[in-house]
Structures are given as structure tokens and as C-alpha cells.
């Protein structure tokens, strides 16, 4: 059946913290992350309704149920010399699949990075969600076959920074003693 017709998309506001937090939960519990999901309503609201966020959203509304949301960001590709579109998260609710909303989703966010003049949008999906990359496949997307997507998190991020701070530290130190003495 196909209630496209009763589907809205809208752009997230402040007040729909619960709702993004909800719809985040229940992709972690697809996705088999449930354990990785630290967000909290403080931070949602900081990183995407504050002066200074970090990435849009929309939300999917069947009637008035919430069903599914998009969260993207801008990125930037050197090679097209343009601004980019990631795609963080595009999520409907199992039990609302099937119904054309992911669709209308992913056309909403491929109509903003238009609108934006874009050079293109890009997302990562899990190997094993074979319905997702199907659907992927059939609207026209090509797999990155030859990247692999790396990520820095926690206390080894953490040791990064250290090393490059305290590195800057011991330039910043040594120029200004070669300064003073006038040594070049």
C-alpha cells in the first residue's frame, strides 16, 4: 500500500529533540549499535539547533505519526573544487517500509544539495543491509569500492591532539628562545 500522499517532510526544530532522539534509538537498534548511541537531548539541541550547528535534519511524518528522518552536513570535495552533501543518517521505521518514505527522504536531501549547488552527496551504508543497497543501486548510486572509511574516536583521538598540542608547544618554545637570543 502506498500512503505517500499522507506523507510529510519537515524540517526539525528545537522541539523535536524527543523525536530525533527516538528515531535515533530505533536506527541503532536496526543497525545493531545500540550500545554506540551517547546523544543526549543537550547535545542535539547544542549540535543541530544552536548558532553554530553542525547538521540539519528532517523528519518524516505519516499522518502525524514521526517515521523516519535525514541527518546531513555540508563536506567539501577538493577534486571538484565544490561543496558536498553527507548524508549521516536516513532512517524509516521497519514497520513503515515499503511505502515509498525513504525515497522522499533521500529526493528531499538530494534537492537541497541541489539547491545548494552541490557537487555531490555521498553516505556510508552497512555491508550487510542488502535492502538499503539495492534500493541505493536502483535510484542511481555507486558504491565506493575502493575506499575504506576510517574513524578516530575516543582516547585514541584524545592521544592525537595531545601529541600535535604539545608538539606546537615545543615549536612555539623553541622559536621564542631563538628569537630572543637572536640565533637564526
Known amino acids: 500500500m502506498n500512503n505517500a500522499s499522507a506523507v510529510r517532510i519537515a524540517r526539525a526544530t528545537e522541539r523535536d529533540v524527543p523525536v530525533i532522539l527516538e528515531l535515533i534509538h530505533a536506527l541503532a537498534a536496526y543497525e545493531r549499535l545500540e550500545h554506540d548511541v551517547v546523544a543526549t537531548p543537550e547535545r542535539l539541541r547544542d549540535s543541530l539547533f544552536s548558532a553554530h550547528a553542525a547538521a540539519e ?3 518524516a511524518y505519516l499522518d502525524q505519526e514521526p517515521v523516519g ?3 546531513w552536513f555540508q563536506n567539501y570535495s577538493t577534486f571538484l573544487g565544490r561543496a558536498g552533501l553527507y548524508l549521516e543518517d ?3 521505521k521497519p514497520e513503515r517500509r515499503g511505502q515509498g518514505i525513504g525515497r522522499m527522504l ?6 537541497v544539495a541541489v539547491a545548494r549547488g552541490a557537487g555531490r552527496m ?3 551504508v552497512l555491508d550487510w543491509n542488502e ?3 539495492g534500493f541505493y543501486r536502483a535510484i542511481g548510486a555507486v558504491p565506493m569500492d575502493a575506499w575504506t572509511v576510517y574513524r578516530l574516536t575516543g582516547d585514541a583521538l584524545n592521544r592525537l591532539a595531545q601529541a600535535q598540542s604539545a608538539k606546537t608547544e615545543r615549536t612555539t618554545k623553541i622559536t621564542k628562545t631563538l628569537t630572543r637570543t637572536g640565533t637564526p
Open 106 to 111: 533521500l529526493a528531499h536531501v538530494a534537492g
Open 122 to 124: 555521498e553516505w556510508s
Open 69 to 71: 528522518f535525514a541527518v
Open 90 to 92: 536516513l532512517f524509516v
Open 131 to 133: 535492502s538499503a543497497i
Open 57 to 59: 535534519v528532517v523528519i
